[in-house]
């Protein structure tokens, strides 16, 4: 990204970013965005070679291209970290601001997988048996499809359970299936993805690694995809 004519500014809103304590990749990421914009958009299809000239449209076409090629995340994301720099450059020169009354993309809502209705079927087959240890984790098979867990968070779970680590998970302020320990309600979603819930496994009756290991056991017997 060659904005060499650009880059006294740049190196300027570098300084600026590191003097607020920000984050190195933050810095890093925002730079990198300012200097694309500046080389691709100003410099090559602009053919400007001074901040004062950049404007609205230039922001615009760029973020339309971004939005073309990109996903509308990546997008958001550019459109941050340009906002902060022309914000700055406002500020440190007394320029007009080209993004003032601009908005950043809309970044749609992407729900992660679920288990499918033949999926659980399954799991709750793998459960099935008169056993102590099969009307266990029936049980609390049971208990996570009504809950709706994350299945990231269950596997976190069930890491560090059968690492052999003693104690609950999360922390103390952790979420129980159905409510909030600390804070308010969750919801409840029947097979959905719900955003905040996770496994207690310290409560009684869970902290041993085969309680949650049934689990495990269960979702490999029925052959579910368990990352």
């Not at 994301?77 to 340009?82: T, V």
């Given at each position: 990204?060659?904005?060499?004519?650009?880059?006294?500014?740049?190196?300027?809103?570098?300084?600026?970013?590191?003097?607020?304590?920000?984050?190195?990749?933050?810095?890093?990421?925002?730079?990198?965005?300012?200097?694309?914009?500046?080389?691709?958009?100003?410099?090559?299809?602009?053919?400007?070679?001074?901040?004062?000239?950049?404007?609205?449209?230039?922001?615009?076409?760029?973020?339309?291209?971004?939005?073309?090629?990109?996903?509308?995340?990546?997008?958001?994301?550019?459109?941050?970290?340009?906002?902060?720099?022309?914000?700055?450059?406002?500020?440190?020169?007394?320029?007009?601001?080209?993004?003032?009354?601009?908005?950043?993309?809309?970044?749609?809502?992407?729900?992660?997988?679920?288990?499918?209705?033949?999926?659980?079927?399954?799991?709750?087959?793998?459960?099935?048996?008169?056993?102590?240890?099969?009307?266990?984790?029936?049980?609390?098979?049971?208990?996570?499809?009504?809950?709706?867990?994350?299945?990231?968070?269950?596997?976190?779970?069930?890491?560090?359970?059968?690492?052999?680590?003693?104690?609950?998970?999360?922390?103390h302020d952790r979420d129980v299936i159905?409510?909030?320990?600390?804070?308010?309600?969750?919801?409840?979603?029947?097979?959905?993805?719900?955003?905040?819930?996770?496994?207690?496994?310290?409560?009684?009756?869970?902290?041993?690694?085969?309680?949650?290991?049934?689990?495990?056991?269960?979702?490999?017997?029925?052959?579910?995809?368990?990352?």
């Amino acid at each position: 990204m060659d904005a060499e004519v650009l880059g006294a500014e740049i190196g300027s809103f570098q300084l600026h970013l590191a003097a607020e304590g920000r984050a190195p990749k933050t810095i890093r990421l925002y730079t990198e965005a300012v200097a694309w914009f500046a080389a691709a958009r100003l410099l090559g299809e602009g053919g400007k070679t001074c901040w004062e000239q950049a404007d609205r449209r230039d922001v615009q076409e760029w973020m339309t291209w971004l939005l073309d090629m990109y996903s509308d995340a990546y997008a958001s994301n550019q459109y941050r970290a340009l906002q902060q720099f022309f914000k700055w450059l406002s500020a440190e020169e007394d320029l007009p601001d080209p993004m003032d009354g601009l908005h950043s993309p809309k970044v749609a809502v992407k729900l992660g997988p679920v288990f499918s209705g033949t999926e659980l079927a399954r799991l709750e087959h793998a459960c099935a048996g008169r056993e102590f240890a099969q009307r266990r984790d029936a049980a609390i098979i049971t208990v996570l499809k009504a809950s709706g867990i994350r299945l990231r968070n269950l596997s976190t779970c069930l890491g560090q359970r059968l690492s052999g680590a003693v104690g609950h998970c999360g922390g103390h302020d952790r979420d129980v299936i159905g409510e909030r320990r600390h804070g308010g309600p969750v919801a409840r979603g029947g097979g959905e993805v719900v955003e905040r819930q996770a496994v207690d496994c310290g409560s009684r009756g869970w902290r041993r690694r085969d309680g949650c290991g049934g689990i495990l056991r269960a979702l490999l017997r029925s052959g579910s995809d368990a990352r």
